[in-house]
Structure formats: C-alpha cells, structure tokens
C-alpha cells in the first residue's frame, strides 16, 4: 500500500525566513496531496491541497509544489510568522483506495523563532 | 459552523475494561474516520465508515470495533482495552465518497493503565 514519507521530523526558522517541508510518496497512482496543521495541544485542521493534474498551488503565504516523476511533494510557508509553529502532516490519496482514505506522514514540528 | 465533536477529552481505563470513544458531526457528512495518534507514527487510519452501518476496517483495526446507527454518529468500541491502545484517537468526517478535505475533532486522549 501507499506509504508517505515526511523527510524532517524538526525544522526550526527565522521569522520572516521561508520555511519548506519535503514528503515523498510510493504509490504512482496517488493523485491527491492534502497538508494539515496541528497546533500544539490541538486537533488537525486542513491547510492546502493539490492534485496530480497541476505542479503547483499557492494560497497566500502557503505553496505547494508536486514533482510526480519524482513523487514528491513539498509544502512552502513564506514569510513566517511565530504562529506557523506547528507540526505539520502531508498525505496522500489514490484513487484505488476507495472512499478518501489518506496516508499520513509522520508530521514534522515547525517552529519560527523570532 | 461546521463542527466535529468528539466525547469524552481525557479517559482513563485499566487494563480488560471496555472503553466507548463518541463521535459526533453537524454537517450530514457521508463519510467518518477514527484515527490514533502516536508520536512519531503520524495518524493511523483504524476505521472508515461511508455511511451508517456501512464500516470499514482501516490500516490498524485489531482490537477495535465500530458502530454507526446513525449519519452524524460514528463510535469507536475497545473491548477489553490493552495498555498499547494508550493513545489519542481522532474522528474525523468527510463530505462525500471521494477526496475530500477531513474535518477532524478536537480528539480524546485514553491512558490504559
């Protein structure tokens, strides 16, 4: 089955430094990749996502860029500020997994110091 | 405002008790998970459930059960709870068969002792 990889467990930056968080992927077939955000002590709550028809989404200081030859994918937070400390999950979803059923990565904690 | 709840926060069971996780949702979502979080894991799918009495099992399902009687409903059952379920499970539910984003709950952290 799919198996997702989060490349960093613990990135710490600079406020105002970009901050990127590299996942790879096994499945080929995967076409979804969504990002979800966990402050600390909290729940997930979804962030970003892209899909295999495109290599690259942007929602304001959040990028997502997608290299399928490479299966990987990353996540780019531009002009940090100290409450984009978090950790961070990636996933993936293929369409032979029936139902939105995602595969997470092992999430990576952020923290922007200033 | 679209809400995932999950009852009760914080459980504390010993080891052979039975354990009920409640999960609730408002927005008529078809689709809900149950996850659990260990550090360093990630989450770990244990159950789908596309819609009631339609479940699933997910990656981890050994030792857990569920039940959904109805839409905005989804329990998760731990029969004789064993100390490496000590964990945090999440709900989570989704607006249709395909995929979409995941609203998740706040979570219920569980100490089997």
């Known amino acids: 089955g799919e198996k997702v990889e989060q490349h960093e467990s613990t990135l710490s930056v600079r406020e105002g430094d970009s901050a990127v968080i590299n996942c790879t992927y096994t499945?080929?077939?995967?076409?979804?990749f969504p990002w979800y955000k966990q402050e600390a002590g909290k729940s997930l709550h979804f962030v970003i996502d892209i899909r295999s028809n495109v290599d690259r989404k942007q929602s304001q200081r959040l990028i997502v860029l997608l290299d399928k030859k490479a299966k990987r994918f990353s996540l780019h937070i531009t002009a940090t500020q100290p409450e984009d400390s978090a950790i961070y999950f990636c996933?993936?979803?293929?369409?032979?997994?029936?139902?939105?059923?995602?595969?997470f990565g092992q999430g990576t904690s952020l923290s922007v110091v200033p | 405002d679209m809400k995932v709840t999950q009852m009760p926060r914080y459980l504390i069971k010993r080891m052979g008790e039975n354990v009920l996780l409640e999960c609730g949702q408002d927005m008529s979502h078809e689709t809900m998970y149950w996850y659990r979080q260990d550090p360093g894991l990630g989450l770990q799918l244990i159950y789908i459930?596309?819609?009631?009495?339609?479940?699933s099992e997910g990656d981890i399902p050994k030792g857990y059960r569920v039940s959904r009687k109805k839409r905005e409903h989804f329990s998760l059952i731990l029969d004789s709870a064993k100390t490496n379920q000590t964990s945090v499970y999440f709900c989570?539910?989704?607006?249709?068969?395909?995929?979409?984003?995941?609203?998740f709950g706040p979570g219920t952290r569980l100490l089997v002792l």
């Open positions: 459930s596309y819609d009631v009495d339609s479940n």
């Open positions: 989570a539910s989704s607006p249709g068969q395909k995929r979409d984003t995941q609203y």
């Open positions: 499945d080929t077939a995967s076409s979804y």
């Open positions: 996933a993936a979803s293929t369409p032979s997994s029936s139902f939105s059923k995602l595969v």
